[in-house]
Antibody, heavy 120, light 110 residues
Framework: QVQLQESGPGLVKPSETLSLTCTVSGGSVNNGDCYWSWIRQPPGKELEWIGYVYYSGSTNYNPSLKSRLSMSVDTSKNQFSLKLTSVTAADTAVYYC????????????WGPGILVTVSS | QSALTQPASVSGSPGQSITISCIGTSSDVGHYNLVSWYQHHPGKAPKLLIYEVIKRPSGLSSRFSGSKSGNTASLTISGLQAEDEADYFCCSYARTNSWVFGGGTTLTVL
């Protein structure tokens, strides 16, 4: 059973960089059958797809966040990461990592999510 | 990319059936048979229920079923049980290699 777990600071100051890591267990990030994704949900709003990273390091980002985003994968640690720069209060959300199936375009495994608050 | 539209809440009694709708557009739900549904108990990891509109992951109860007509996808839960009380959200692949989600529906089992 594949399990994902987000980790990182729960509080980030405005204009700083939000950094999160997702640790994968029960499976390998070095898997060509899926994309490793990030999704977020601001308080009271719908879920928003942020982007994904492939095991090779190639990425695809939500155009609305692209200029501030970077994602990477660390196969040696079986982890993948998200960095979002120049954050504002609008970036306050529960952030989820998830596995996106290449062949079906659905997210078959998710982490429980981590609340990140942007505040001074 | 606009979010998919779901009712904020639905309710039903044990043993009954309920249906949750997910309204999209011709750019997402109406264009692709790539709608998925998820169950989310707060504080836990969301769980995949349905993918490619109608398919269930291996081992998932047949009480959960999906369908689609035009720009509207639906999730039906039959034989409601207390443990079905949760949030449910839909997702669709959209043009330009992106994904869009519904706002979520809270199911209350009376």
């Amino acid at each position: 059973q594949v399990q994902l777990q987000e980790s990182g600071p729960g509080l980030v100051k405005p204009s700083e960089t939000l950094s999160l890591t997702c640790t994968v267990s029960g499976g390998s990030v070095n898997n060509g059958d899926c994309y490793w994704s990030w999704i977020r949900q601001p308080p009271g709003k719908e879920l928003e797809w942020i982007g994904y990273v492939y095991y090779s390091g190639s990425t695809n980002y939500n155009p609305s966040l692209k200029s501030r985003l970077s994602m990477s994968v660390d196969t040696s640690k079986n982890q993948f990461s998200l960095k979002l720069t120049s954050v504002t209060a609008a970036d306050t959300a529960v952030y989820y990592c998830a596995r996106l199936r290449l062949d079906r375009d659905d997210f078959d495994y998710w982490g429980p999510g981590i609340l990140v608050t942007v505040s001074s | 990319q606009s979010a998919l539209t779901q009712p904020a809440s639905v309710s039903g009694s044990p043993g009954q059936s309920i249906t949750i709708s997910c309204i999209g557009t011709s750019s997402d739900v109406g264009h692709y048979n790539l709608v998925s549904w998820y169950q989310h108990h707060p504080g836990k990891a969301p769980k995949l229920l349905i993918y490619e509109v109608i398919k269930r992951p291996s081992g998932l109860s047949s009480r959960f079923s999906g369908s689609k007509s035009g720009n509207t996808a639906s999730l039906t839960i039959s034989g409601l049980q207390a443990e079905d009380e949760a949030d449910y959200f839909c997702c669709s692949y959209a043009r330009t290699n992106s994904w869009v989600f519904g706002g979520g529906t809270t199911l209350t089992v009376l």
